[in-house]
C-alpha cells in the first residue's frame, strides 16, 4: 500500500482498504502451487464477519458477569468492561463503517458483506449486548444487597438516607453543576463524547415550555456512598453494611434549586457517544505533533453515533435530541437504567470488600532475580536469556533494566518504543534521568496509539525537554512494536542488551494483562535491534534481519514459510503442528494459510481471545483447527506462535496479531526464543495450562458461536489463570525454602 493512500482516509476506512490489498498482494506473490492449495478457499461462506466476531467477545466477557464462580464485585466490574468496550465499538469501529456508508462504498468485504449491511447488524447487535447487561445487571443487585452492597433509588430512600443524600447533593455536588439553557439566544448546548446528561422540560412562569440540559460531572462519583450521620463525607467502604445511590437521580432530585421559579416537567438521562477516528493527513502535515494535538481537539467534535435514552424518556424529548445532534434515529436506543456502565470499574475500586473480589495476590520475581539482592542485571543476562510472564512475575525487572541502563556508567545508549506507557510512567522517568546523566537516549513515542494521544504527547515534550531525541515514526504505519535496546561499553568493545516484549512499557497494565518479556544480548538480535531503530529513526531502508520478523519487512513472507514447512513436515510423515495464541485472527490470507495447513493434515490449536473470522471444524477444510477463548480475571494479550517442525521447535513471541492492520500498516517485531529451558516453559507450563482450561476456556463452534469446555467426567476443573497464579507462588516458595 503507496503512503499517499495510507495518508488519504481516516483509520477505519484504510483497515478495510488494507484487508483488500493484503489480499490481492498476498495472492500475487504465492506460486501457481501454493495458490493451487489454496483453491476455494476465498469462498465467503469460510469467513466470519470482523466486527460481528468482535460482538461474540463482547458477549463472551458478559458471560463473566453473569458466572456465579465469580465473586459479586468482579462480576460488576466486567459488566463495566462491557460498558467500556461497547463505547469504544461505537467510537471505532461502528463509526468507521458509518463513514464508508456516507462515502458510498458498496464493495462486499471477505465474508460477503456490504458496509451499509455489517453496520445494520452490528448496531443491533451490539444494541441487543447492551439490553442484556441491563439484565445481569438488574439480577445483580439483590444479591449484591445480601451482601452488603446496597445500591438504591433516591426514590426509595429512608429520611436518614434521603437527608445524608441532600446534604451531599448541597455541599458537594451543586457547586460543580452548570445548568445550560436552550432557547433563541442560547443554542443547543455542546454534548461531550460519553458524557452523562439530563434532558429537561420546564415551564416557566409565563407558561411557555422549554428545554435544558444539565451535564452529570465526571469529577464525582458515579454511586454516592450515603455516609452514616456524623460520618462527614468519609464513609468506611470497608463495612459491612455500604449504601450507594446513583448521582443522576441525586441532581434529578433537585433540579429545582438549579431552575428556580421554574416548574420541572420531566427530566431523563441520557447519554452520546462519537465518532473518535481521527483522519490524520500525515503527507500534509509540517509538524505531526501539531497534527495529532489537533486531532485529539477535533474528536470532541466528531458526529453522534449513539444516543442512550431510559425507557421513560417521552417522544418529545427524544425528537429534542435527534433533530439537535444530527443523529440518524436508528442510533438512539432506549435502556432501562443505569445509562453507561463502564462507572462500575470505579465502584469495584471504590469498595473495599475483598470478600467479594479475587484473592489478592503479589506477583513473584522469577527466580533468576531473587538470588542476588545487589543484583546486576546485565550480569544476569550475559548468563543466559530470561523470560518474564506478567502479571504472574513482577514488572520490577523491566524497570530495573531502564534504571540501571539510566544510571550505569558504562552504558552509552538507550533506545526504545513507547506505545502505551500510561500517565504514571517509571520507564520514562528512567529515561529522563538517563538523558540527564549524559546518555544518549532515543525514544519512538507513537503519537497515534489510539486514545492514548493525550499521554504520550505529553511525554514526548518532556522528553524532548531533556534533550532526549524523539521520533515519532514513519509515514503512514504505526509502531506497535515494543523493544528496549541499552549499548553497553564492555572492556574493548560494545555489547547490545534487549528488552523485547508482547506488551507495553505501563507498569499498571502489567498488573491487569498476560503479557511476555524476554531479556536477551544475542548479538544477531542486537543487530536486528539497531537495524530496527535506524529503520525507524533515519533514512535508512528496513534492511534483511536475521532473528527477527519485522512487519512490514517479512513477517508475512516469514510466517507463511513456516506454516507451509509444518505441510511439509505433515507430508513427510513427521506430524505437523502449530499452537498460535493471540488477541485476534482477522487477516484472510493467513487464515487460508492455515486452512491449507488443515487440509494437508496439519493439527492446529489457535488460542484467539478476541476476534476469529476463521471458522474451525469445517469438513474438507479446517477439520484439524481448533479455536479456544479464554476470558479470565486478566486480559489475555500476550502473542505466542509455536510451529512443531518436526520435533524442534520454533516459537516466536512478539506484538503483532494475525491482522491486516498488524501485517501491513503497523512496525511489529516477532522475535524468536532461543533458550531451550524457556522453550520447555512456554510449551510445558504455558501454553499446556491454557490448553488444559475447563473453567475460563469457550470452544468455537464452525458458526462463530462459543460453547464452554467442560472438563471430563472425573476430572478436576482446572482455570488456567489461577493455575498460573498458583505455580508462580509455588516457585517462589520453592526458592525460599532452598
Known amino acids: 500500500m503507496g503512503e499517499a493512500e495510507i495518508a488519504g482516509g481516516s483509520d477505519a476506512t484504510l483497515r478495510e482498504q488494507g484487508d483488500a490489498v493484503s489480499e490481492e498482494a498476498t495472492g500475487a506473490a504465492g506460486d501457481e502451487a501454493h495458490e493451487r492449495a489454496g483453491a476455494g478457499l476465498r469462498d465467503p461462506a469460510l469467513y466470519i464477519n470482523r466486527e460481528l466476531s468482535l460482538l461474540k467477545f463482547q458477549a463472551r466477557v458478559l458471560d463473566e458477569a453473569r458466572d456465579p464462580r465469580n465473586p459479586l464485585l468482579e462480576r460488576l466490574k466486567f459488566l463495566g468492561i462491557v460498558g467500556s468496550n461497547l463505547g469504544e465499538f461505537f467510537m471505532v469501529r461502528i463509526a468507521g463503517l458509518k463513514q464508508q456508508v456516507r462515502a458510498g462504498v458498496t464493495e462486499r468485504s471477505g465474508d460477503g458483506r456490504t458496509p451499509a449491511e455489517t453496520l445494520a447488524e452490528a448496531r443491533e447487535g451490539a444494541f441487543e449486548l447492551m439490553r442484556q447487561a441491563r439484565e445481569v445487571y438488574a439480577d445483580l443487585v439483590p444479591q449484591l444487597a445480601e451482601a452488603g452492597v446496597h445500591i438504591l433509588d433516591y426514590a426509595l430512600l429512608s429520611d436518614v438516607q434521603r437527608q445524608a443524600a441532600d446534604e451531599y447533593f448541597t455541599s458537594v455536588v451543586f457547586p460543580v453543576l452548570t445548568p445550560l439553557a436552550f432557547d433563541p439566544g442560547r443554542p443547543f448546548p455542546h454534548i461531550s ?209 531502564f534504571e540501571q541502563a539510566s544510571r550505569d556508567p558504562d552504558v552509552l545508549a538507550i533506545k526504545t518504543t513507547l506505545y502505551r506507557v500510561g500517565r504514571r510512567a517509571p520507564v520514562v522517568r528512567a529515561l529522563l534521568e538517563a538523558a540527564a546523566n549524559g546518555k544518549e537516549v532515543a525514544v519512538l513515542v507513537e503519537l497515534k496509539a489510539r486514545f492514548d494521544e493525550e499521554s504520550n504527547i505529553e511525554w514526548a515534550k518532556a522528553l524532548e525537554a531533556e534533550g532526549v531525541h524523539v521520533v515519532y515514526g514513519l509515514l503512514g504505519l504505526k509502531t506497535h512494536s515494543k523493544i528496549a535496546l541499552v549499548v553497553r561499553r564492555e572492556g574493548a568493545g560494545i555489547r547490545r542488551y534487549l528488552h523485547l516484549a508482547t506488551g507495553n512499557y505501563n507498569a499498571l497494565t502489567a498488573q491487569q494483562y498476560t503479557d511476555l518479556g524476554m531479556f536477551t544480548c544475542d548479538p544477531a538480535m542486537g543487530a536486528d535491534g539497531s537495524q530496527v531503530f535506524n529503520y525507524l529513526t533515519g533514512y535508512g531502508a528496513s534492511g534483511q534481519y536475521s532473528k527477527f520478523l519485522v512487519a512490514p519487512v517479512n513477517l508475512r513472507r516469514d510466517f507463511e514459510a513456516l506454516v507451509r514447512r509444518e505441510i511439509e513436515h505433515q507430508k513427510a510423515g513427521r506430524q505437523g503442528y502449530l499452537l498460535l495464541k493471540m488477541n485476534s485472527l482477522a487477516d484472510r490470507p493467513m487464515a487460508r494459510r492455515l486452512y491449507e495447513a488443515s487440509r494437508a493434515g496439519v493439527k492446529v490449536d489457535l488460542l484467539v481471545r478476541g476476534i476469529c473470522c476463521l471458522r474451525p471444524g469445517v469438513p474438507g477444510v479446517s477439520d484439524n483447527i481448533r479455536v479456544i477463548s479464554i476470558v479470565g480475571r486478566f486480559l489475555e494479550h500476550s502473542r505466542i506462535y509455536y510451529f512443531g517442525n518436526g520435533g524442534d521447535p520454533t516459537i516466536l513471541l512478539g506484538s503483532a496479531d494475525l491482522m491486516p492492520r498488524n501485517l501491513n500498516r503497523r512496525v511489529e517485531i516477532l522475535f524468536p526464543v532461543q533458550d531451550a529451558g524457556i522453550k520447555a516453559r512456554l510449551r510445558d507450563e504455558i501454553l499446556a495450562t491454557y490448553l488444559a482450561d475447563t473453567v475460563k476456556a469457550r470452544l468455537m463452534h464452525p458458526d462463530g458461536t462459543y460453547e464452554r469446555v467442560m472438563p471430563a467426567e472425573g476430572e478436576e476443573p482446572l482455570a488456567s489463570q489461577p493455575a498460573l497464579i498458583a505455580a508462580a507462588g509455588a516457585a517462589s516458595e520453592a526458592l525460599t525454602a532452598g
Open 193 to 401: 463524547n460519553l458524557s452523562l446528561n439530563l434532558a429537561i422540560l420546564l415551564r416557566s412562569p409565563a407558561g411557555e415550555e422549554l428545554f435544558a440540559r444539565v451535564k452529570i460531572p465526571k469529577t464525582l462519583p458515579r454511586l454516592v456512598p450515603l455516609c452514616p450521620p456524623g460520618a462527614g463525607q468519609a464513609c468506611d467502604m470497608a463495612a459491612p453494611e455500604v449504601h450507594l445511590i446513583w448521582l443522576e437521580q441525586l441532581v434529578a432530585a433537585h433540579l429545582d434549586t438549579l431552575f428556580p421559579g421554574m416548574e420541572i416537567i420531566t427530566a431523563h438521562p441520557f447519554r452520546i457517544t462519537r465518532d473518535a477516528e481521527m483522519q490524520i493527513q500525515e503527507l500534509e502535515a509540517d509538524d505531526l505533533l501539531e497534527t495529532i494535538e489537533e486531532g485529539v481537539r477535533r474528536r470532541r467534535f466528531g458526529s453522534v453515533v449513539r444516543v442512550s435514552v431510559d425507557t421513560s424518556m417521552p417522544e418529545r424529548l427524544k425528537g429534542i435530541l435527534i433533530e439537535n445532534l444530527r443523529v440518524d434515529p436508528r442510533d438512539l436506543i432506549t435502556l432501562k437504567p443505569p445509562l453507561g456502565m463502564s462507572g462500575f470499574w470505579d465502584v469495584h475500586g471504590q469498595l473495599q470488600r475483598p470478600d467479594l473480589k479475587d484473592p489478592a495476590f503479589v506477583p513473584a520475581l522469577p527466580p533468576v532475580f531473587r538470588e542476588d539482592e545487589e543484583r546486576d542485571i546485565f550480569a544476569l543476562i550475559r548468563e543466559r536469556d530470561i523470560l518474564v510472564h506478567h502479571p504472574y512475575d513482577s514488572f520490577q525487572p523491566v524497570l530495573e533494566f
